[in-house]
């Protein structure tokens, strides 16, 4: 089409949790998102480390030949607390300089399932999106109706004017 523009996404951040969850399904998506970018020719972009979740992300999408960045805070490397980062690690000083090098590297974002530190980053992206601090794409991964509660809730804040 004449005066439309195609995205390139050569780099995904993905924003999950450091827990595999209850239900097995959590675990086969996370797997199945890694292949996925891998065979899309996908790099990743995540938040270090290789324990729940987002170690089945990026060891699929490592294992199919895509690069992966992990960039964790100096904190989580001292107490090695969540496993060896699959890939190449940046190392930085803050949570919010691994969210902000996140932004930075990546093309676009996708929200897996996670607990406070996940909603966290995922509200921030958004928020800065709403700023036009950046113009990515972000997408949330609804597995099994994981996110449907909190969805409700952002149409219902909508619906009452405070987020537009």
């Not at 000083?93 to 929200?111: S, Y």
């Not at 509200?123 to 700023?131: C, E, P, R, T």
Request: with cysteine; proline share 1%.
């Amino acid at each position: 089409m004449e005066g439309s523009s195609v995205r390139t996404l050569e780099k995904i951040c993905v924003l999950c949790g450091a827990n595999y969850g209850k239900d097995k399904s959590y675990v086969k998506a996370a797997h199945r998102l890694g292949e996925v970018l891998g065979k899309r020719g996908i790099n990743l972009i995540y938040g270090g480390r290789s324990l729940g979740l987002i170690g089945y992300v990026s060891t699929a999408a490592n294992v199919h030949g895509r690069r992966v960045l992990g960039i964790i805070p100096s904190a989580f490397t001292k107490k090695n607390i969540n496993g060896k980062t699959c890939g190449k690690e940046l190392k930085v000083a803050t949570m919010h300089e691994r969210l902000l090098k996140m932004m930075e590297f990546g093309d676009a974002f996708i929200a897996l399932l996670g607990g406070f530190g996940t909603l966290e980053e995922n509200f921030q992206i958004v928020s800065w999106a709403q700023l036009n601090i950046h113009q990515k794409p972000i997408g949330v991964l609804n597995v099994n109706g994981f996110f449907d509660g909190l969805l409700s809730f952002l149409d219902h804040a909508v619906e009452q004017k405070f987020i537009a």
